[in-house]
């Protein structure tokens, strides 16, 4: 799993190839809450690579779907095969750029936006996403929250099991990304 995190960060670096300031790691954590009339749901992926060019603003988060854990294991089976299909689309992807003109390698809290495009389940759309970003000049603390329409990512919801899942979950992400 490491490896896979590893061949990320290059593989991102590379896209982002006139970097000269970078943050990164692939210990970002991501969770999603859906509040459903009959049951709530909620999974962390603790695995989450993200990489931020700080002297243009883009950013890449990257992660597998497979590495979502339910307190359920039969949620989290059903999660990977019948909802998201982890085998078929086994990641989800964010590419865009913070909105703000911020110099996020000074020290300070940045209210910021990040806006480009979110791929889940193979469908890709525009997204922007509200959050925090805490810098110490060494490293960044990103914080955010947005939802996601399940129907927005053709993830489809069986009529057998309509009230036990949200149609809007609640996805949020807190991230220590260090300088390289």
Same mark, same amino acid.
Request: with cysteine; charged share 20%.
């Given at each position: 799993? /490491?490896?896979? *995190?590893?061949?990320?960060?290059?593989?991102?670096?590379?896209?982002?190839?006139?970097?000269?300031?970078?943050?990164?790691?692939?210990?970002?954590?991501?969770?999603?809450?859906?509040?459903?009339?009959?049951?709530? %749901?909620?999974? %962390?992926?603790? +695995?989450?690579?993200?990489?931020?060019?700080?002297?243009?603003?883009?950013?890449?988060?990257?992660?597998?779907? %497979?590495?979502?854990?339910?307190? *359920?294991?039969?949620?989290?089976?059903?999660? *990977?095969? *019948?909802?998201?299909?982890?085998?078929?689309?086994?990641?989800? +992807?964010?590419?865009?750029?913070?909105?703000?003109?911020?110099?996020? =390698?000074?020290?300070?809290?940045?209210?910021?936006?990040?806006?480009?495009?979110?791929? %889940?389940?193979?469908?890709?759309?525009? +997204?922007?996403?509200?959050?925090?970003?805490?810098?110490?000049?060494?490293?960044?603390?990103?914080? $955010? /929250? $947005?939802?996601?329409?399940?129907?927005?990512? =053709?993830?489809?919801?069986?009529?057998?099991?309509? =009230? /036990?899942?949200?149609? +809007?979950?609640?996805?949020?992400?807190?991230?220590?990304?260090? =300088? /390289?």
């Amino acid at each position: 799993m /490491k490896k896979i *995190n590893l061949i990320l960060i290059l593989c991102l670096i590379s896209s982002l190839a006139t970097a000269q300031t970078l943050y990164s790691t692939n210990k970002g954590q991501v969770s999603f809450f859906s509040d459903a009339p009959l049951e709530d %749901i909620e999974a %962390i992926n603790k +695995v989450s690579a993200a990489i931020i060019n700080a002297d243009n603003n883009e950013l890449a988060v990257q992660m597998r779907i %497979i590495d979502f854990e339910f307190p *359920n294991k039969l949620m989290q089976e059903h999660f *990977n095969e *019948n909802y998201l299909e982890s085998e078929k689309y086994p990641n989800a +992807v964010f590419k865009g750029k913070i909105k703000e003109s911020i110099d996020i =390698k000074t020290a300070g809290t940045y209210p910021a936006t990040a806006v480009g495009t979110m791929t %889940i389940h193979g469908v890709t759309n525009s +997204v922007s996403i509200p959050g925090t970003i805490v810098s110490d000049g060494n490293q960044l603390k990103l914080d $955010f /929250k $947005f939802p996601i329409t399940l129907s927005d990512y =053709k993830i489809d919801i069986p009529t057998i099991v309509f =009230k /036990k899942i949200a149609e +809007v979950v609640d996805v949020t992400g807190s991230m220590t990304l260090v =300088k /390289k």
